[in-house]
């Protein structure tokens, strides 16, 4: 066998991996409400990205902080200045970095651990299957707010905590779905063959199963990361946050703590506060544009 032709498999793979992300795109793009939600996001990102070269990490220092406490909005401080004397704007920009790296690492282990459980309960069924998702169950009733409150008071306080938290509460809604469509898949003739070939339970369920769900749970990701931010700001507005680092639920705890309500100092609640509405609402547009991408009759249903 020669190399061109030992290699010709894996390039068709590829050729058809770019010629699905193409239709993807394609498809995509016709969804208006999600390319305002991805350009959103790309724009929030690169301020994100860039925070180090435009605002600098001394932004976040009480030390040297270069105005004096709680200015109104002015040419020097365009959103004005926090209980410290430090400059608004750039608080915000440096506190995109770690609301929008909590949101996406939480809803990564959310949805890794939704699925995981989704598929094993969905493949093996039995016992095991009934033990898990009745498990899967009592997390579903139980306020997930609660839960990770819970979490986040009995252990450290720090960024991996805050991620653990919303990680380990969040991903029922995930398994319950992943479970659903790994029985369809399940069911269809093609993985009684391969089982009747001598393929294994960690084959079956990595070479079939996980590339059938997959779609669902790109979906479900995009869905779940608004409300790990969302989780974010409200556990970090609650004092369980990481003090020592900025994000914009926490910009919301330190405008509570300096009486920025009762004073009307409205600029130090209200950019945090729209910051935070503005980037989940793109993710859940972007989350519903995918969902109707990966599944038409969601888009002929609407």
């Known amino acids: 066998m020669t190399t061109e032709t030992a290699a010709s498999p894996r390039a068709l793979a590829w050729q058809r991996r770019r010629h699905s992300a193409a239709r993807f795109w394609k ?4 969804h208006r409400a999600g390319l305002f939600g991805l350009a959103t996001l790309a724009l929030f990102a690169l301020l994100a990205l860039t925070a ?5 990490s001394d932004v976040q220092s009480v030390t040297r902080a270069p105005g004096q406490p709680l200015e109104s909005p002015s040419g020097e401080f365009p959103l004005g200045t926090d209980r410290f004397g430090r400059s608004l704007l750039g608080l915000l920009i440096w506190g995109a ?3 929008l790296l909590v949101g ?10 939704g699925a995981f459980i989704g598929i094993t309960a969905g493949h093996f069924r039995g016992r095991y299957a009934t ?3 009745r498990i899967t ?30 990680g380990v509460t969040t991903w029922p809604t995930t398994a319950r779905l992943v479970r659903a469509q790994t029985l369809a898949v399940e069911s269809r003739p093609y993985i009684e063959r391969a089982k009747a070939l001598g393929g294994g339970h960690g084959h ?3 070479r079939h199963v996980l590339p059938n769900v997959m779609p669902l749970v790109l979906a479900q990701t995009t869905l779940i990361i608004s409300s790990a931010i969302l989780a974010e700001a409200t556990l970090a507005f609650l004092g369980l946050g990481d003090p020592t680092v900025v994000s914009w639920g926490g910009l919301l705890q330190d405008a509570r703590e300096a009486g920025a309500v009762s004073a009307g100092d409205w600029w130090y609640l209200v950019p945090p506060g729209i910051a935070i509405a503005v980037v989940a609402l793109a993710f859940t547009l972007c989350g519903r544009a995918v969902e109707s991408v990966l599944n038409p009759r969601l888009g002929v249903a609407r």
Not at 27 to 30: D, F, I, K, P, S
């Open 27 to 30: 498809q995509y793009r016709t």
């Open 52 to 56: 180090p070269l435009t605002v600098g």
């Open 97 to 99: 970095r770690v609301s």
């Open 104 to 113: 996406l690492l939480a809803a990564v282990l959310s949805v890794a651990i």
């Open 131 to 133: 033990v898990i998702m």
């Open 137 to 166: 169950d009592w997390f579903l009733v139980m306020p997930t707010l609660v839960l990770a409150i819970a979490l986040a008071t009995v252990m450290s306080r720090s960024l991996g905590t805050i991620v653990l938290a919303i």
């Open 204 to 206: 079956i369920m990595s």
